[in-house]
């Protein structure tokens, strides 16, 4: 049985104990980011009356990775309803972003930007991964917490010829980012999970109806993404652009993010109006995960990167690695350009029971 790396022996905890009881929510000083200001449609409007009643810390904080000298930026995102997917009117619109329908969200906070190469490799550091050729399959599942180990050696350049340090990390499967938010729960003492569909989309509006953030026009994009028209086909060091009204940045283009949910063309129109449940979460199985925000990529034009276009995970990507056996740790191909972020709720959690085999 693999033996916890000594971040998961220090912190397990301290995990475990929060999860049983009332997240204690010692926020460190509050930093509040300004909202961004550029061209737009005047649909932005408020989220809605607060899901829950707020305490009183539940305010942005900048959290620390102990071992290191890293911090990241958290920001509180206040429950509300949600206007979700796009109108049959929307330039770009695909039929898997309809139809719209409310949902409810509670409060939760958001990485501020996506996961930097220095904070994944922290986390690459403290559990390395088995040697090459280990039949990964085999593993255990998540939830069995006397048997994480990290990833395992990727195939080449992990930062695909652009860099580390504080560009968003990429090629890493929707496996790999569950593990490194089981582990940053550890180290930290705070649950942290990838966003739900519904919660990425929320953030990412941020009160807006509109085609992006900001609204509906177009020219002002480029203040707030990276994108076909001015990424240079390249991804760019986090945090960079403009954020939107609540603090939040990168969510249009740079990179695409993984969610939690399953994917499944047509969820939208599988449940009734007004039946939508609370926080919902997808479908209850599948075979890939969905994938928001568009990319900094040749393909990548601004309707690949608005609020409610929606991607996924393919079954084809595991084919493109030149690894026997495959990993599910990393991915090559398109999927060179997924990402992802990390969100806490403001409601304590368990730690995850799902998890795609494959990484997919």
């Not at 449609?41 to 904080?61: I, M, R």
């Not at 496996?175 to 569909?197: D, I, N, Q, Y």
């Not at 995970?313 to 990993?327: E, F, G, I, N, T």
């Amino acid at each position: 049985m693999h033996r916890l790396c000594w971040t998961e022996r220090i912190a397990v905890g301290m995990l475990m104990a929060g999860l049983a009881a009332t997240v204690s929510f010692a926020a460190e000083k509050s930093q509040e980011s300004p909202g961004g200001e550029g061209k737009g449609s005047g649909k932005e409007e408020s989220a809605g009356k607060p899901a829950t009643t707020l305490p009183a810390d539940f305010v942005n904080y900048t959290e620390s990775i102990p071992g290191t000298d890293l911090t990241f930026e958290m920001i509180a995102v206040p429950g509300g309803t949600l206007l979700m997917g796009s109108p049959a009117s929307e330039t770009g619109r695909k039929d898997d972003e309809g139809p719209q329908h409310e949902v409810t969200v509670s409060p939760f906070w958001i990485g501020k930007t996506e996961v930097m190469w220095d904070q994944y490799d922290a986390f690459r550091n403290a559990c390395p991964g088995l040697p090459k050729g280990t039949p990964e399959w085999e593993e255990p599942d998540l939830e069995d917490v006397d048997g994480i180990s990290g990833p395992t050696p990727p195939y080449g350049d992990p930062y695909r010829g652009f860099g580390g340090g504080n560009r968003p990390a990429i090629g890493v499967s929707w496996h790999a980012t569950m593990t490194h938010c089981l582990w940053l729960s550890k180290v930290t003492g705070k649950f942290h999970r990838l966003p739900t569909e519904a919660e990425w989309e929320y953030a990412c509006r941020a009160g807006s109806k509109g085609t992006f953030c900001f609204g509906d026009d177009v020219s002002a994009l480029g203040e707030y993404a990276w994108y076909k028209k001015n990424s240079e086909h390249q991804t760019h060091p986090v945090g960079t652009k403009k954020p939107n009204a609540w603090g939040v940045q990168d969510m249009h283009g740079n990179v695409s993010e993984w969610c939690l949910d399953w994917y499944q063309p047509d969820y939208y129109s599988s449940i009734p109006s007004g039946k939508w449940p609370p926080d919902p979460r997808g479908p209850e199985k599948g075979s890939n995960h969905v994938i928001r925000g568009g990319l900094m990529g040749s393909e990548s034009d601004a309707p690949r990167v608005r609020s409610a276009t929606r991607d996924h995970s393919q079954d084809w990507w595991l084919q493109l690695d030149p690894m026997d056996p495959k990993s599910k740790w990393w991915h090559c191909g398109p999927a060179t350009y997924v990402g992802f972020r990390v969100v806490r709720p403001l409601k304590p959690e368990k730690p995850p029971v799902r998890e795609s085999r494959r990484g997919l």
